[in-house]
T-cell receptor, first 113, second 111 residues
Framework: EAGVVQSPRYKIIEKKQPVAFWCNPI?????LYWYLQNLGQGPELLIR????????DSQLPKDRFSAERLKGVDSTLKIQPAELGDSAVYLC???????????FGAGTRLSVL | GDSVTQMEGPVTLSEEAFLTINCTYT??????LFWYVQYPGEGLQLLLK?????DKGSNKGFEATYRKETTSFHLEKGSVQVSDSAVYFC??????????FGGGTRLMVKP
């Protein structure tokens, strides 16, 4: 069974440019999470989806970050415009609804120059 | 709010040494507790979990016991291998299946 797939694995952009990350969760997983992981720190939740509905986006900086999960399967996280401080690893995870085990993708490492 | 505190790393051990990584938590209600491991260049993988007080989670020789009285979930392994070198994250899961992670502890095992 395929795990959580994220792309790209690495992205280098200049500040003020837009960037997008894609995540395909494990088949059948209703719940999808986007996390931010700064260097040397644990992941911090940005947004959580139950199917296509964003049920917790309180930590998402909405002035520049947006996310969508239109068909309740794969998801896209976008930053526009990117700032130097956005350099980090962006992790996607998924789980069955009501289950407390989350499965993580390998992440996208973003470098903003 | 919920929080998790882990011992700072790096922890450097020789092969076959005993490992302990301390983890304490603050939470409302009755959270589940987890240890995740992150190998270089990879995402987090669930290592073990415990869902209620006095439960012991175990996997691949690693163990952790959910201690409600000390609000702790320390990770232990009797004999580490070079292949155990990774970053270990303690986490708690509360309402809505939200995970709160500690800052991670890097383990380096030397041959």
């Amino acid at each position: 069974e395929a795990g959580v797939v994220q792309s790209p694995r690495y992205k280098i952009i200049e500040k003020k440019q837009p960037v997008a990350f894609w995540c395909n969760p494990i088949s059948g997983h209703n719940t999808l999470y986007w996390y931010l992981q700064n260097l040397g720190q644990g992941p911090e939740l940005l947004i959580r989806y139950e199917n296509e509905e964003a049920v917790d986006d309180s930590q998402l900086p909405k002035d520049r970050f947006s996310a969508e999960r239109l068909k309740g399967v794969d998801s896209t996280l976008k930053i526009q415009p990117a700032e130097l401080g956005d350099s980090a690893v962006y992790l996607c995870a998924s789980s069955f609804a009501g289950e407390n085990i989350q499965y993580f993708g390998a992440g996208t490492r973003l470098s903003v120059l | 709010g919920d929080s998790v505190t882990q011992m700072e790393g790096p922890v450097t051990l020789s092969e076959e040494a005993f490992l302990t990584i301390n983890c304490t938590y603050t939470a409302t209600g009755y959270p589940s507790l987890f240890w995740y491991v992150q190998y270089p260049g990879e995402g987090l993988q669930l290592l073990l979990k415990a869902t209620k007080a006095d439960d012991k989670g175990s996997n691949k020789g690693f163990e952790a016991t959910y201690r409600k009285e000390t609000t702790s979930f320390h990770l232990e392994k009797g004999s580490v291998q070079v292949s155990d070198s990774a970053v270990y994250f303690c986490a708690l899961g509360n309402a809505g299946n939200m995970l709160t992670f500690g800052g991670g502890t890097r383990l380096m095992v030397k041959p």
